[in-house]
Antibody, heavy 122, light 110 residues
């Protein structure tokens, strides 16, 4: 059974760095073709893709946010970490992590975490 | 960067058929995936690779993709289908890979 769960602070101050952790089970990120990605959704708005890391440790980022994002993985802990620097109130959103199986192709996100709401406010 | 365009809203009566479009330049050359997001919940994959359904998704959900438009069709719409629907593709321009979501369509069941 595949599960993903996001964790991190619910509230961050402007200019701070956000660190989120995705802890997953039911698959290994060392298996060829596996990927984990982060997606965010501001309240009442659309989904926005942020970053992705694959089984081979290749990393891909949203062009518009690339300078602020870092994604990494700890295969032994079954975790993927996303950091986002210089947080601003407009970054307030629910952050999701999701799995892709068959990441070498143009595959879909087949499993999602429940999401974690991050509010940016002083 | 690649853009996917969806209508903001679609309304349909119960038992009727709903069609949600997803427009993009030559989107027919890409694999389109569709997600259903009910209020307060995480997205759920309902159609992948243009027209395939994951296990557990009713046959009422179907997809097509050709030219500049992909479509998600929901037959015999039920009240429980009311949700936001998002299309998604990969944009593999040059050596850069990225994921693109459409702006979402709110399906209202009258």
């Amino acid at each position: 059974q595949v599960t993903l769960r996001e964790s991190g602070p619910a509230l961050v101050k402007p200019t701070q760095t956000l660190k989120l952790t995705c802890t997953f089970s039911g698959f290994s990120l060392s298996t060829s073709g596996m990927c984990v990605s982060w997606i965010r959704q501001p309240p009442g708005k659309a989904l926005e893709w942020l970053a992705l890391i694959d089984w081979d440790d290749d990393k891909y980022y949203s062009t518009s946010l690339k300078t602020r994002l870092t994604i990494s993985k700890d295969t032994s802990k079954n975790q993927v970490v996303l950091t986002m620097t210089n947080m601003d109130p407009v970054d307030t959103a629910t952050f999701y992590c999701a799995r892709i199986r068959g990441c070498g192709g143009d595959s879909a996100f087949d499993y999602w975490g429940q999401g974690t709401l991050v509010i940016v406010s002083s | 960067s690649y853009v996917l365009t969806q209508p903001p809203s679609v309304s349909v009566a119960p038992g009727q058929t709903a069609s949600i479009s997803c427009g993009g330049n030559n989107v027919g050359d890409k694999s389109v995936h569709w997600y259903q997001q009910k209020s307060g919940q995480a997205p759920v994959l309902v159609v992948y690779d243009d027209s395939d359904r994951p296990s557990g998704i009713p046959e009422r959900f179907s997809g097509s993709n050709s030219g500049n438009t992909a479509n998600l069709t929901i037959s015999r719409v039920e009240a429980g289908d009311e949700a936001d629907y998002y299309c998604q593709v990969w944009d593999n321009s040059g050596d850069h890979r990225s994921v693109v979501f459409g702006g979402g369509t709110k399906l209202t069941v009258l």
